[in-house]
Structures are given as structure tokens and as C-alpha cells.
């Protein structure tokens, strides 16, 4: 319940004109993923329902690039849960070197994911900035959230720079979790 109240606090049923409890019949039964890395579970709530600028308006974020200007994989179009690890795996090697070296069962957050990120689990964001590899930034960049004096935003980096502030977050990708159900509990 405490990812789904998170968005709750910041509004989001009222965007969309309804109650808490309609709200909540939206959302999907969390599983428990049997997993060490990618142990926690992360609510996402779909452009399709909630543009990406309106949900960063939501959150608090300050975007410092130009939005439109970002791209993302496919993603579903009602909520859902992803099961992530924050990137701290990934910390000091560059976004390129991350989506070159993914796992078969793996894929990178992408925009939404990584406000989604923010909402349920903003701590993150105190250690490391996190970076969007499931997403672009015109042809050659990368989305990446990150605290600075206190604030939240969003900007974009070049996908070869590592900074070992920085690790890019990734999640089971579904379909090796449909082809897997033992992974759950």
C-alpha cells in the first residue's frame, strides 16, 4: 500500500477525476519476486493515463532539457508493477557500456519508470543519480534524475561519460517473468 499512497499524496487521482478507491481498484496485485537484485517492487503509472510532463509536474521534479525531446520503449498502458534494481549495481560505468551489457532478463527504466522511482523511493536519490537507459535523449544522450542542493530534476547526459555518482537502473524485463513464474512467491 505505501507505493500506491505515495501517488495518492502527490494527487494523481484527483488528476484524472476520481476517488482513492477508484484509484485503487486501478491498480494491479503487487507480486513478490523471489530475486536478490531485483527485490523491490515499483508502481508505474502509464503516459497513456497520466502525460510524462503532468506526472513530473506531480512529483516536484524540475526538468532542465527540453521533454519532447525525449523517447522511451514501449511500455504497458494501464499501471503496473516493475520489479528494479536502483542502479547502485551499475554505479561508474557509463549508460552506453550499461545497455550494451545487459542481462537477457533485463532492461532499463525508462522516463516514467524513473519518476515513478522518485515517488516511491526518493532516499535513492540521496546516494546516487540514476540514470534512464530504457529511455533517449535526442539521438546520442540519456535521461538522468539526480538531487542537487535539495531539488530533484532531470536533465540528460552523453550515454559514453561514467560518473561514478551515477549507475543506471534496470528491471526484469515481462516477458522473462511471464516465461518464469517461480519467481514468485
Known amino acids: 500500500m505505501d507505493n500506491i499512497q505515495q501517488f495518492i499524496d ?3 487521482h484527483k488528476f484524472l477525476g476520481i476517488d482513492e478507491e477508484k484509484f485503487l481498484n486501478l491498480i494491479p496485485e503487487k507480486q513478490k519476486l523471489q530475486d536478490k537484485i531485483f527485490a523491490r517492487a515499483l508502481l508505474v503509472i502509464p503516459p497513456s493515463m497520466i502525460k510524462v510532463e503532468k506526472q513530473i509536474l506531480l512529483s516536484g521534479i524540475e526538468p532542465k532539457v527540453d521533454l519532447t525531446k525525449i523517447s522511451s520503449i514501449k511500455t504497458k498502458e494501464k499501471p503496473y508493477w516493475i520489479y528494479f534494481q536502483d542502479g547502485s549495481k551499475n554505479r561508474g560505468k557509463s549508460p552506453s557500456f550499461c545497455r550494451k551489457n545487459l ?7 525508462t522516463l516514467v519508470e524513473g519518476i515513478s522511482l522518485y515517488i516511491q523511493y526518493p532516499s535513492i536519490l540521496d546516494k546516487q543519480s540514476v540514470d534512464l537507459i530504457g529511455s533517449t535523449y535526442g539521438k546520442e ?5 539526480y538531487k542537487w542542493a535539495g531539488k530533484v530534476m532531470i536533465s540528460a547526459i552523453c550515454s559514453d561519460i561514467s560518473d561514478a555518482m551515477c549507475g543506471s537502473a534496470t528491471c526484469i524485463k515481462e516477458d522473462y517473468i511471464k516465461k518464469n513464474k517461480n519467481l514468485f512467491k
Open 103 to 109: 542481462s537477457k532478463k533485463e532492461r532499463g527504466l
Open 141 to 145: 544522450c540519456t535521461p538522468t534524475i
Open 10 to 12: 502527490k494527487g494523481y
